[in-house]
């Protein structure tokens, strides 16, 4: 039975960093990409960056050098850390999984997410 | 990057059929997929590749189209429905709509 679960800080003090960890199971980190998307209050999704199965990362330039994604295969488990954070960065962050069938990329699994607000 | 629009909100009464659109700023083929939030919770996935249903969604649920213009049908729309919708593609890197709210009369 696939699930993620996200664990993270409830408040972060402005500029500082944000850690996050998705801890999957149910499937292997090397076979599947996980992803992390985020969403503030009331407003819609938004995508930040991919950690590949084979070790890659890959990141939306929206959060340019502020965001780092990084996993642990071994404990099945994939890391999100964002520096420097501001007001506009409170939001719940989901971790998901990329689901692929007939050629196409879809996130088929989604964690319930952490919400995080950022505090000044 | 390729942005999506959707209509911010409809409302509809059970048992009618409902479209909700989702227009890309360019072509994304057939790389769009559609997923329900409900208040509190992740959203799941519906549609994947425009059409295709996920496995376990019930067949009410419908998806079509390609190129820039896409919807997604719910027939009929039952009071569990109640949602925000929103479409993403996959085509170039990855975003998604701004959702379409979704409520009963």
């Known amino acids: 039975q696939v699930q993620l679960k996200e664990t993270g800080p409830d408040l972060v003090q402005l500029t500082q960093t944000l850690s996050i960890t998705c801890t999957v199971s149910?499937?292997?980190?090397?076979?599947?990409?996980v992803h992390w998307v985020r969403q503030p209050p009331g407003k819609g999704l938004e995508w930040m960056g991919a950690m590949w199965n084979g070790g890659g990362t890959d990141y939306n330039s929206a959060f340019k050098s502020r965001l780092s994604i990084s996993r642990d295969t071994s404990k099945s488990q994939v890391f999100l850390k964002m520096n420097s954070l501001q007001t506009d960065d409170t939001a719940k962050y989901f971790c998901a999984r990329l689901g692929n069938n007939y050629g196409y990329w879809y996130f088929d699994f989604w964690g319930p997410g952490t919400m995080v607000t950022v505090s000044s | 990057d390729t942005v999506l629009t959707q209509s911010p909100a409809l409302a509809v009464s059970p048992g009618e059929r409902v479209t909700i659109s989702c227009r890309a700023s360019e072509s994304v083929s057939t790389g769009m997929h559609w997923y329900q939030q409900k208040p509190g919770q992740q959203p799941k996935l519906l549609i994947y590749g425009a059409s295709n249903l996920e496995s376990g969604v019930p067949a009410r649920f419908s998806g079509s189209g390609s190129g820039t213009d896409f919807t997604l049908t719910i027939d009929p729309v039952e009071a569990d429905d109640t949602a925000t919708y929103f479409c993403q593609q996959s085509w170039n890197e990855y975003t998604f709509g701004a959702g379409t709210k979704l409520e009963l009369k």
């Open positions: 149910g499937f292997s980190l090397t076979t599947y990409n």
